[in-house]
């Protein structure tokens, strides 16, 4: 059986795991280094670089350790993310591949995401289907007519929305990462006290926007009187309302039968049970485990590639600007 070495270091999570061909994880870990940036309130590259360095030897040799299975590829990361932390996973990928005599496979961020709702399920969705993939740096709809073949539909014209839920929870003087700790406060607080900007919801474009409505957070807290948590559960609210009316619009022009749900806000509470109630389509998720940058969807995603014969470029060089290309 083909099993694969996924390695995902796009930003500030060292993700490292074996899938096989039949996209079960034989083994996994990922070294998160939140603790480390929460003090700056974002992510610092030159710190995370380092710290991938620091650890990426060591969780390659426990995963393998771990899955006890010979591995027939590495895969990696090799863009859009933080160049100096995609320098050090493809390097690593390739060293490993080179001195093992197996193929190295080039991985797409963003595919690494779509991906994700293939593992360790007994029920993956079919192709062709519409993907919403929503993260800190990314938010799209793409159109997946099949395998390693994608059309984006729409994307954001500025922030993306786990950048927003990062700098609003700044602006709110709450922890980092912003995703959680919003949901966590907004679940005591109401989600009509204030009528925050939904971007572009009028417009007849696929397209996102969500730079205003952080914006229109800062200046509701200069009035002052709101209290932290009507205000987190107001921006929240606003936020995935966007998500979802733009997600509606695409099914109806498109005639998507099947929505997949990815990237790091995919583990949101709200956006999750609000895509579950008002879509009359099926729905796929990733569990939450997988919803973070981790190395189990790389490997996934680069197993369909093999499958696909879509080798491997030892030339290939990370790009922190990566189009996903068909």
Excluded at 30 to 40: G, R
Excluded at 297 to 319: K, N, Q
Aim: proline share 5%; charged share 20%.
């Amino acid at each position: 059986m083909t099993c694969v070495l996924g390695i995902e270091t796009s930003c500030d999570e060292t993700g490292v795991a074996i899938v096989d061909e039949a996209w079960k994880i034989r083994a996994g870990r990922v070294a998160s280094q939140v603790e480390v940036h929460a003090e700056f309130g974002g992510v610092v590259p030159e710190i995370a670089s380092r710290k991938h360095l620091e650890c990426i030897s060591q969780l390659a040799a426990k995963v393998i350790a771990d899955a006890r299975v010979s591995v027939d590829a590495v895969a990696a990361t090799n863009g859009p993310g933080l160049m100096g932390s995609l320098l050090v996973g493809v390097n690593f990928a390739k060293a490993l591949a080179y001195t093992w005599n197996v193929p190295f496979v080039p991985v797409h961020h963003i595919e690494g995401h779509i991906f994700s709702v293939f593992l360790d399920t007994d029920s993956p969705p079919a192709f062709p289907f519409l993907a919403l993939v929503v993260s800190g740096g990314h938010t799209c709809l793409l159109a997946c007519d099949r395998p390693h073949h994608y059309v984006t539909l729409g994307a954001t014209r500025d922030d993306a929305v786990g950048e927003s839920f990062d700098k609003v929870a700044r602006l709110l003087g709450l922890s980092y990462p912003g995703g959680p700790s919003i949901q966590h406060t907004a679940e005591n607080g109401n989600p009509k006290a204030i009528s925050f900007p939904r971007g572009l919801v009028h417009s007849e474009s696929l397209e996102f926007s969500y730079s205003g409505l952080k914006t229109a957070v800062l200046y509701e807290l200069r009035k002052g009187g709101c209290a932290v948590e009507d205000v987190a559960a107001s921006f929240q609210a606003a936020a995935i309302d966007v998500l979802l009316v733009k997600t509606k619009r695409a099914i109806a022009e498109t005639g998507a039968q099947r929505l997949v749900l990815a990237g790091g806000v995919a583990a949101n509470r709200l956006l999750r049970q609000r895509l579950d109630a008002e879509l009359s389509i099926p729905v796929f998720m990733p569990s939450l485990k997988l919803c973070v940058d981790n190395g189990a969807m790389i490997a996934a995603a680069a197993v369909s590639r093999l499958e696909h014969g879509l080798l491997g470029d030892w030339t290939t060089t990370p790009s922190p600007s990566l189009p996903l290309m068909a």
